[in-house]
T-cell receptor, first 112, second 113 residues
Framework: GENVEQHPSTLSVQEGDSAVIKCTYSDSASNYFPWYKQELGKGPQLIIDIRSNVGEKKDQRIAVTLNKTAKHFSLHITETQPEDSAVYFC???????????FGKGTRLHILP | SAVISQKPSRDICQRGTSLTIQCQVDSQVTMMFWYRQQPGQSLTLIATANQGSEATYESGFVIDKFPISRPNLTFSTLTVSNMSPEDSSIYLCSFRTGHTEAFFGQGTRLTVV
């Protein structure tokens, strides 16, 4: 089955700087790659997603890139703000069965 | 976006007992999923529940321990049976409408004592 690896497990960046989180996946049949943000005591919330027919997608300060050949995808957050502090999960989904498999998560700390 | 309600939000249970978690969606959805999230950990898929068919369980999870019901397109339950302290975790329901984003409930924080 699909396996998603995520790095780093913890990331601290100065407010205003950029943060990058990287993931790899194992199953070349995966074609949907969402990123979720989870705040304490809440369920995960989708922040951006990308499909395998697209190499990059941007939404304001957040961008995701996908390299299908290398099976890598990354989340980029620019101009980080205190409210960006949370746990971020990458995930992958294979169309044929639709279940979403999550990476282990990255705890992002934005330092004042 | 659709609203997904999960209850209870938290519970403290005695070992050996069972707890049923309910998940209600405000629109009809085909696929519902149940996840477990242990403290500080990622989300692990327990099973996929489609209406009108038996749930499909992931490796390491069995129906006797985690029976699931899916009586209609807006509702599902997960029961954690014969609980032990190792079952202490957050349980989350989720749904997708086709090949779109997955929405999550707020989770049920279960503590087994």
């Amino acid at each position: 089955g699909e396996n998603v690896e995520q790095h780093p497990s913890t990331l601290s960046v100065q407010e205003g700087d950029s943060a990058v989180i990287k993931c790899t996946y194992s199953d070349s049949a995966s074609n949907y790659f969402p990123w979720y943000k989870q705040e304490l005591g809440k369920g995960p919330q989708l922040i951006i997603d990308i499909r395998s027919n697209v190499g990059e997608k941007k939404d304001q300060r957040i961008a995701v890139t996908l390299n299908k050949t290398a099976k890598h995808f990354s989340l980029h957050i620019t101009e980080t703000q205190p409210e960006d502090s949370a746990v971020y999960f990458c995930a992958a989904s294979i169309r044929r069965d639709d279940k979403i498999i999550f990476g282990k998560g990255t705890r992002l700390h934005i330092l004042p | 976006s659709a609203v997904i309600s999960q209850k209870p939000s938290r519970d403290i249970c005695q070992r050996g007992t069972s707890l049923t978690i309910q998940c209600q969606v405000d629109s009809q959805v085909t696929m519902m999923f149940w996840y477990r999230q242990q403290p500080g950990q990622s989300l692990t898929l327990i099973a996929t529940a489609n209406q009108g068919s038996e749930a499909t369980y992931e490796s390491g999870f069995v129906i006797d321990k985690f029976p699931i019901s899916r009586p209609n397109l807006t509702f599902s339950t997960l029961t954690v049976s014969n609980m032990s302290p190792e079952d202490s975790s957050i349980y989350l329901c989720s749904f997708r409408t086709g090949h779109t984003e997955a929405f999550f409930g707020q989770g049920t924080r279960l503590t087994v004592v």
